[in-house]
Every structure is written in C-alpha cells, then in structure tokens.
C-alpha cells in the first residue's frame, strides 16, 4: 500500500510538470494547444518505446485500452487549452471534480468497498480545493475546458484501475500515449509551427514528465482499489502551487494556505485510516 502511495505522489507532481512547460510553450513560444498537445503523447510515445516487450503489442486489441486514449486525448487537449487562458492553480481547482468522479463510478461500477470515514476524507479534500480556487470560480472558456478535462479524467482513472488486471503497467502506458498520439495527429498537423524546434528542451519536458507521470499513476492502480488512491490525486494541485510560485511567480494567500492543509489532512488520513 505504502509504495502505491509514493508512486501516486511522484505521479502526480510530474504531471502538472508537464502542463506547467505546455502553458510556457503556448504563452511565450507561441504553439498552439493542439500541437503542444500531440507533442506532448509523441515524445512520451518515443521516449517509452524502447521499453516496451514485444508481447505488450496485444494490448491494441483491448477496447478498454482504445477507450482510455481517447479519454486521455479529450483530457489533455482540454487542459492545455485551459492552462494557456488561466492560471495553472485555478485550473487544476476545477480539474479536480476528476477524482469525485472516479470515485463514484468506482464503488458503482467496479464494487470497490467504500466507507462514510474514506467518503469524509474525499470530501474535506475538495473543500480545501474550493478554498485554493475561490477567486477563480467565475465562468470562463479556459475554466470550462479545465471542468471538461477533469470529467474525462475522472473516467480514465477508473478505466485505469479496470485495465490494470487486464494488461502489464508498460503496455497500458505506450498503449494510452500512442492511441492519443494518433488521435491528436490532424489536428497537430493544421496547427503546424514554422519554427519547430524553436524550443526543443521545453517540448521534451513536457512530453517527458507527463509520460512519466502517467506510468506512477498506473504503477500505483495496479496496487491498490481506485476508491484507496483518489484522495491521493489532490497531490496534483500541490505541485501545480509550486510550480506556478516558482514559474509564474503566483502564490496562494491565506484562504488558499486553509486549502492545502485540507489537501495534506485528506491524503495523509486516508492513508492511514487503512493502516
């Protein structure tokens, strides 16, 4: 259990790493989301390549898996085009109905057990995001594609934990990136940049770090209930906060500090309500 919670952590700070250098390659190199978008599953896709045994190809053959990179593209197109319009904290406030989502169709779907303590501790998680993102609930296209990116999210994390028992970590990983690579190739391709390498070390990290995250994440389903690593995505938002303190210079004030120490309180009581 222990080390699905620390694969869940490293996870879920590489992926707001990720769309932290996707919103710079969109506000300061001038890419359009759709292309930092299929940049992003196309260096994953051959960064991961190599590892991948030759057996783990069956993996195409599994509709869940086809499922889940569609979802996966739906997700990032919409995040992407979130975090180039809002600030990076604002839009992984209400990115975050993803896990509540999970988390429902879980116990629905799946039968994963769940109790009024666990249910509890979900909920005072979300009460601390909606007090990190208070200021930032008004209606806006960047924030309606942030709530659009966390529905589907909240379905490819439960999709996740289905696939899990069905096919190895690294075929579910290469499957996802590949499929949304695919998906995402013509609209890539309309948005083409002149000056493509124009910031090739941002593009790898971006591509790279959400790759990364992405196999924490499916390392960490594969050991543990849906229902048991739902809190522990709020983590997510922690790294966004750092990230858009050390990079766009933007910190949480007093009601946002409130937040996060609900966030900390929710993930840290889950674990050890298991114990």
């Not at 694969?7 to 932290?20: E, Q, R, V």
């Not at 978008?37 to 896709?45: D, E, K």
């Not at 990136?177 to 998906?183: E, P, S, V």
């Not at 050390?246 to 009601?255: E, N, Q």
Request: positive net charge; contains cysteine.
């Amino acid at each position: 259990m222990w080390r699905a919670i620390l694969f869940m952590l490293i996870g879920m700070m590489l992926i707001p790493t990720g769309d932290a250098a996707s919103k710079l390659l969109s506000n300061t190199h001038g890419y359009h989301p759709f292309f930092v978008t299929w940049a992003r599953f196309a260096v994953g896709s051959l960064l991961v390549l190599p590892f991948i045994p030759r057996g783990c190809f069956s993996v195409f053959r599994n509709p869940v898996a086809w499922f889940r990179g569609l979802l996966l593209a739906i997700g990032i197109i919409a995040i992407t085009f979130a975090v180039a319009l809002e600030d990076l904290a604002d839009v992984f406030a209400v990115f975050f109905i993803g896990p509540i989502i999970s988390y429902i169709l879980a116990v629905i779907f799946l039968r994963e057990p769940v109790t009024l303590p666990r249910s509890a501790l979900l909920l005072l998680g979300f009460t601390g995001i909606l007090l990190i993102a208070r200021p930032g609930f008004g209606f806006s296209i960047g924030l309606a594609c942030a709530l659009l990116a966390g529905c589907a999210y909240g379905i490819f994390l439960t999709l996740s934990r289905l696939a899990a028992g069905q096919e190895e970590p690294k075929a579910l990983l290469f499957s996802q990136l590949l499929i949304a690579t695919i998906l995402c190739t013509p609209m890539a391709l309309v948005y083409w940049p002149e000056h493509l390498l124009a910031s090739p070390v941002m593009l790898t990290i971006s591509g790279a770090a959400s790759m990364l995250g992405n196999m924490f994440l499916i390392l960490a389903y594969g050991r543990a209930p849906a229902t048991r690593m739902a809190p522990f995505v709020y983590f997510q938002l922690v790294g966004a906060l750092l990230l858009g303190w050390g990079i766009f210079g933007t910190l949480p004030d007093m009601w946002g500090l409130a937040g996060l120490a609900l966030l900390m309180i929710s993930g840290f009581g889950s674990a050890f309500l298991r114990r």
